[in-house]
């Protein structure tokens, strides 16, 4: 399990990143939301956390950065619904996060992924 280290002057923080559902901006600080929903935050801004998961990701590029607010682990993108504003996490068990998106950003990532989809087959 992929695992990044966070230090402050005070403390340290180990965040296991397959769990790691999304991360959203909160200021001049990150929140990261496991998909069981627990809830991290750390000392970064949303573009530091954005070049620290690029920079310690695997080859899997899981993490992508979804309009200005949010980046997500798109292995966990279950549902994309544009007309409601809305894109729904899941870990095809029990764990379920909605978060709420513009409809131009979701319909954008969709089309990228339909896009992607189309160049694999």
Same mark, same amino acid.
């Given at each position: 399990?992929?695992?990044?280290?966070?230090?402050?002057?005070?403390?340290?923080?180990?965040?296991?990143?397959?769990?790691?559902?999304?991360?959203?901006?909160?200021?001049?600080?990150?929140?990261?939301?496991?998909?069981? $929903? *627990?809830?991290?935050? #750390?000392?970064?801004?949303?573009?530091?956390?954005? &070049?620290? +998961? !690029?920079?310690?990701?695997?080859?899997?590029?899981?993490?992508?950065?979804? $309009? *200005?607010?949010?980046? #997500?682990?798109?292995?966990?993108?279950?549902?994309? &619904?544009? +007309? !409601?504003?809305?894109?729904?996490?899941?870990?095809?068990?029990?764990?379920?996060?909605?978060?709420?998106?513009?409809?131009?950003?979701?319909?954008?990532?969709?089309?990228?992924?339909?896009?992607?989809?189309?160049?694999?087959?």
């Amino acid at each position: 399990m992929a695992r990044l280290y966070f230090n402050t002057r005070d403390e340290m923080t180990c965040v296991e990143t397959d769990n790691i559902a999304l991360v959203k901006a909160d200021g001049n600080y990150s929140k990261i939301v496991y998909i069981n $929903g *627990r809830q991290i935050n #750390i000392t970064f801004g949303i573009s530091k956390m954005d &070049e620290i +998961l !690029k920079e310690n990701n695997d080859k899997r590029n899981k993490f992508v950065k979804v $309009g *200005r607010s949010y980046i #997500i682990n798109h292995y966990f993108v279950f549902k994309i &619904e544009p +007309l !409601k504003l809305q894109m729904i996490l899941s870990d095809g068990d029990k764990n379920n996060i909605k978060v709420s998106l513009p409809k131009q950003t979701l319909k954008a990532y969709k089309d990228a992924i339909s896009m992607k989809n189309k160049k694999n087959h």
